[in-house]
């Protein structure tokens, strides 16, 4: 049996960074560009975006979001209308100034983000009250210039959903800003399995032109904070400044309360690094594009008799919901295939061979724990069945142990330091609230302010800067 792939992978306690280039690179999820900073994501790497994509857009819709598309270019003179948004990305952004040999008489930036555009268009679209709410949401790529490439975590160009909302009222806006961030808590945690914290960030975390910013945040398998994804109320700031006007139920002009929310490609960062192990990928089986990859083992004599078997399996799985693929290339061994499925995730393996087929079952094989089980042949769809559960249940409690065992409690910035210096994970701490220590304990230990969990303010605990009690308890993380 050839162990060639798995000894392709550096072994996580290693190098971590390494490990997970390794996964992408070797899963063919994704491949370096011949561009600065972007990736190509590759067929197995797009199929789980597409699963993603499939989840949270039903999830948008049943809220009553429709999708739409914007231009990819925004002319200067919109774009820069919002000062705190264009001063955040201003570094970042990339332009358009020539139309083949003739310079244009108007700069236009590449999107890094759609709020001025779309801002743009809310304005021509809503005049009434009753034109509210207006729920949009588009999926496309946006470009933020990036110095370092990170496949998925942070490439310049990526993809990703934004939503954006209009509404009456400020309660209404933040009433979507809010209920927008647990349908993608709720989508993580179910489908993903991986556990997030939600809660708000801190105002120097915030989202450029945000009046506030909430957020999921998980913890990778290295102890670091990945934000998972953002939700803003925007207040009526960009509404003020694109003339987003309505004629309200008093007959006067209003402004309207807006929000803005978005994941992106970086969640399959985030399964990755949740729950891959030194093998490869590990997929949870609702996310997963195949759930199961059926495996013949035959030799010549034997090779009809095992290849019909195996299709009909397949078709049987197939017909019962699962989403099964069945193996059949002649050129490589069972073993070498065994390690392939390993390698991308696949969360059940299922063997048939000769002498399966004589005692009338199939072996099955869990990508999350290795343990093999011989299933009888007519109780393998409603093993299937049980077994996927117990892989994605099985899943989530091992992230969310994994944070647990990873969180601790400090009170000086000492105590962070460390806990960063011993092992990283998340801090517990009381802030204060003020910028300064928020910026001192950032300097000092390299961590920032994640997020202050919706449930934060029983017993918040002293601030690890100034000593004072703490406005908040709040969790302090090294981030990607
Ligand atoms: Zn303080």
Known sequence: MSNKFVEAITPREENFSRWYTDVVLKAQLADYAPIRGCIVVRPPGFAIWEAIQSGLDRRFKETGVENAYFPLLIPESIFTREAEHIEGFAPEVPWVTHAGTEELPERLAIRPSSETIIGTMFARWIQSYRDLPMLVNQWCSVLRWEKATHPFLRTSEFLWQEGHTCHETEEEARERAVQMLHIYREFLEDVLAIPVISGVKSDREKFAGAVDTYTVEAMMQDGRALQAGTSHYLGDGFARVLDIQFLGRKGELEYVHQSSWGVSHRLIGALIMVHGDDRGLVLPPR???????????????????????????????????????????????????????????????????????????????????????????????????????????????RALAFRKENTYAASSVEEIIEIMGRKRGFVEAGWCGNDACEVEIKEKTGTTIRCIPFDSTEDPGVCPACGESGEYRVIFARAY
Do not use: C
């Open 287 to 397: 996310v997963a594009p195949n759930q199961g990859v059926i495996v013949p083992i035959y030799r010549d004599d034997s090779r009809d008799r095992v290849l019909g078997e195996a299709r009909a399996l397949r078709e049987e799985l197939a017909e019962a919901g699962f989403r099964i693929h069945l193996d059949e290339r002649e050129e490589y061994t069972p073993g070498w295939k065994f390690n392939e499925w390993e390698m991308r995730g696949v969360p059940i393996r299922i063997e048939l061979g000769p002498r399966d087929l004589d005692s009338d079952q199939v072996m099955l094989i869990r990508r999350d724990t290795g343990e093999k089980e011989p299933v009888a042949r007519d109780a393998l769809a409603d093993r299937t069945t049980d077994l996927l559960e117990e892989i994605q249940s099985g899943l989530y409690r």
